[in-house]
T-cell receptor, first 113, second 111 residues
Framework: EAGVAQSPRYKIIEKRQSVAFWCNPI?????LYWYQQILGQGPKLLIQFQNNGVVDDSQLPKDRFSAERLKGVDSTLKIQPAKLEDSAVYLCASRVAGGETQYFGPGTRLLVL | QQQVKQSPQSLIVQKGGIPIINCAYENTAFDYFPWYQQFPGKGPALLIA?????SEKKEGRFTISFNKSAKQFSLHIMDSQPGDSATYFCAARFTGNQFYFGTGTSLTVIP
């Protein structure tokens, strides 16, 4: 079974630029999460999708972050404009509906200069 | 506000030792408590998990102890090996399926 795929793996941008990350969850997993992991900290939930609907985006900085999961499969997370404090690893995870286990992708490392 | 508090921040043990990582929570609506292992450059991977109606769960060399009244749970790694060197995160799931993570413990096992 293929795992959660994410791209790109690394991205370096300058502040005020925009950036987008892509996630392809495990086939059949209805629930998809985006997390932000700042160096030395645990993952922090940004947004949770159930199929193509948003379940929780209470911690998403909506003035600059957006996410979508149009067909209930792949998802994109966008930052526009980026700030220095957005430097982090952005993790995507998926879970089968009703299941307990989250499966994480390898993450995208973002550095904002 | 940190929903799940984890300690220590880092831990160094000799091979064969038993590192213990502790977590505490406040929200009694949490219903599932997983532990994740993360190697550099990789995403977290589920190690072991427990529900609050169980006081202990063991899988191989990994054991979770759960104290519901104290709202604390801990991970014990028996006969630790250098390959166990990684960062460990505890987490708690809210009934709405949102997960909250601890701040992580960097474990180093010295050969």
């Amino acid at each position: 079974e293929a795992g959660v795929a994410q791209s790109p793996r690394y991205k370096i941008i300058e502040k005020r630029q925009s950036v987008a990350f892509w996630c392809n969850p495990i086939s059949g997993h209805a629930t998809l999460y985006w997390y932000q992991q700042i160096l030395g900290q645990g993952p922090k939930l940004l947004i949770q999708f159930q199929n193509n609907g948003v379940v929780d985006d209470s911690q998403l900085p909506k003035d600059r972050f957006s996410a979508e999961r149009l067909k209930g499969v792949d998802s994109t997370l966008k930052i526009q404009p980026a700030k220095l404090e957005d430097s982090a690893v952005y993790l995507c995870a998926s879970r089968v509906a009703g299941g307990e286990t989250q499966y994480f992708g390898p993450g995208t490392r973002l550095l904002v200069l | 506000q940190q929903q799940v508090k984890q300690s220590p921040q880092s831990l160094i043990v000799q091979k064969g030792g038993i590192p213990i990582i502790n977590c505490a929570y406040e929200n009694t609506a949490f219903d599932y408590f997983p532990w994740y292992q993360q190697f550099p450059g990789k995403g977290p991977a589920l190690l072991i998990a427990i529900r609050p109606d169980v006081s202990e769960k063991k899988e191989g060399r990994f054991t979770i102890s759960f104290n519901k009244s104290a709202k604390q749970f801990s991970l014990h790694i028996m006969d630790s090996q250098p390959g166990d060197s990684a960062t460990y995160f505890c987490a708690a799931r809210f009934t709405g399926n949102q997960f909250y993570f601890g701040t992580g413990t960097s474990l180093t096992v010295i050969p």
